[in-house]
């Protein structure tokens, strides 16, 4: 689709396969490998594209504590210098990576924005409240080593942007950076899914505008990633 030759195609399907961990025949059907396969399987095929802009939503929700934890490695590492948004209830795992969090409340309305440490001192209560962060004592700062950089090109952004038909009713704007790890969060049925899928171009605002790279530039891997398996074995889905 992306009228590559053959001999890039084959660079990059062994490139995405070995950078996301997939470690399985790349001959397996991929509804026959686990769930953490599966997920590494729908990110490879989002990194072969070589996207600017990577969207991914709650790509962890459903595995064990060990196998989330080997996808987010194989995220972390593998879209170096790419704008990355992640769409998570739970952020504890996160918060050592992320350079920005924003926190929505209902119908995609922004409560919060900026540096984690920041945010989660000062709407600590907020995110129990809304599930976010468990119960507990203050949450340490959350900033990683290399945060507070100088702010990069603008990849992506939303100006007033509404999307009633998917619950998204409140003026939306949200300005995404190059190299930079934001995370969008808050309870199911913010509106979290809906900011990402305009962000692909795959629900287009009723209001408002959004600005993104080029199609071919935006990626995403989906919260349910058979939704994305489109081929029989794991190589033809990477190069379809």
Do not use: C, Y
Not at 54 to 66: G, Q, R, V
Not at 142 to 168: D, E, F, I, M, N
Request: net charge neutral; glycine share 8%.
């Amino acid at each position: 689709n992306a009228a590559l030759g053959r001999a890039e195609i084959r660079q990059r399907v062994s490139q995405a396969l070995a950078a996301a961990r997939v470690g399985i025949d790349p001959s397996r059907a991929p509804l026959d490998a686990s769930g953490g396969q599966q997920q590494r399987i729908a990110l490879a095929g989002t990194l072969a594209l070589e996207p600017d802009l990577l969207l991914l939503d709650e790509p962890t929700s459903m595995l064990d504590p060990a196998t989330a934890q080997q996808v987010r490695e194989a995220i972390l590492e593998a879209a170096p210098g790419a704008t990355l948004v992640i769409a998570e209830h739970h952020l504890e795992p996160w918060l050592p990576h992320v350079d920005r969090l924003v926190v929505l409340g209902p119908q995609a309305r922004i409560i919060a924005d900026g540096e984690p440490d920041s945010v989660l001192r000062a709407q600590q209560e907020r995110l129990r409240a809304a599930g976010v962060l468990p119960a507990g004592p203050a949450a340490p700062p959350a900033t990683r080593p290399g945060t507070g950089r100088q702010a990069a090109a603008v990849t992506a952004s939303l100006h007033r942007v509404t999307v009633p038909s998917r619950g998204l009713t409140a003026p939306l704007d949200l300005e995404l950076r190059a190299g930079r790890l934001t995370a969008l969060t808050g309870p199911s049925g913010a509106g979290k899914t809906t900011v990402l899928r305009t962000l692909l171009g795959d629900a287009d605002p009723t209001t408002g505008t959004a600005v993104r790279p080029e199609p071919a530039r935006i990626a995403a891997v989906p919260q349910n990633p058979e939704h994305s398996f489109v081929a029989a074995t794991v190589r033809a889905e990477l190069t379809a």
